[in-house]
């Protein structure tokens, strides 16, 4: 069986650019996580699909961040326009069963320069 | 708002050495405390959760305890073994029965010494 897989692993953007980060999530897991490390600190809640409707995005830093979930599938997560602050590693995680026994992805390196 | 502290932020024992670390909960609603392993270059790894009507669960080496009344859970790693070296993350639910999330400590970087 296939991880959660994320796309891509690192990237390097100059600040007032756009990135887009990739999750797909184990097949038939209809919660979706998204978190975000910054360097030495917390793995920080993002927000959480359930299918393709938002649960929870209490976590969204600004309306720079965009989410969204396909068809309940794959989600992506915009940053439009990247600021310096938004450097951090983005993990996707994905369960069948809400917020227990998540599964994650290696992460997203993100470095806004 | 909610959050977890964990401590300590790294930790070196030597291999066969047993290995603590500790967290504190802040929402006396929490009822679900996971422990997830973060390997190099991989995504964070579920190793134990424990629910808060059990006081401790083991598996293998691994146990963790929970106080309920001082809102703190602690993670014991027994016989450490190279293979231990990770950076382990303490969780707890936040929300109480209609919690949807867990929130994350700060992370430990334990280094098993030969």
């Known amino acids: 069986e296939a991880g959660v897989t994320q796309f891509p692993s690192h990237s390097v953007i100059e600040k007032g650019q756009t990135v887009t980060l990739r999750c797909d999530p184990i097949s038939g897991h209809d919660n979706l996580y998204w978190y975000r490390r910054v360097m030495g600190k917390e793995i920080k809640f993002l927000l959480h699909?359930?299918?393709?409707?938002?649960?929870?995005e209490s976590g969204m830093p600004n309306n720079r961040f965009l989410a969204e979930r396909t068809g309940g599938t794959y989600s992506t997560l915009k940053v439009q326009p990247a600021e310096l602050e938004d450097s951090g590693v983005y993990f996707c995680?994905?369960?069948?069963?809400?917020?227990?026994?998540?599964?994650f992805g290696s992460g997203t390196q993100l470095s806004v320069l | 708002g909610e959050n977890v502290e964990q401590h300590p932020s790294t930790l070196s024992v030597q291999e066969g050495d047993s290995a603590v670390i500790k967290c504190t909960y802040s929402?006396?609603?929490?009822?679900?405390f996971p422990w997830y392993k973060q390997e190099l270059g991989k995504g964070p790894q579920l190793i134990i959760d424990?629910?808060?009507?059990?006081g401790e669960k083991k598996d293998q080496r691994i146990a963790v305890t929970l106080n309920k009344t001082a809102k703190h859970f602690s993670l014991h790693i027994t016989e450490t073994q190279p293979e231990d070296s990770a950076v382990y993350f303490c969780a707890a639910s936040i929300g109480g029965s209609s919690a949807s999330k867990i929130i994350f400590g700060s992370g430990t970087r334990l280094s098993i010494r030969p």
């Open positions: 424990i629910r808060s009507n059990v």
């Open positions: 699909f359930v299918k393709e409707s938002k649960q929870d």
């Open positions: 995680a994905s369960s069948q069963g809400g917020y227990e026994k998540l599964f």
């Open positions: 929402d006396s609603a929490s009822n679900y």
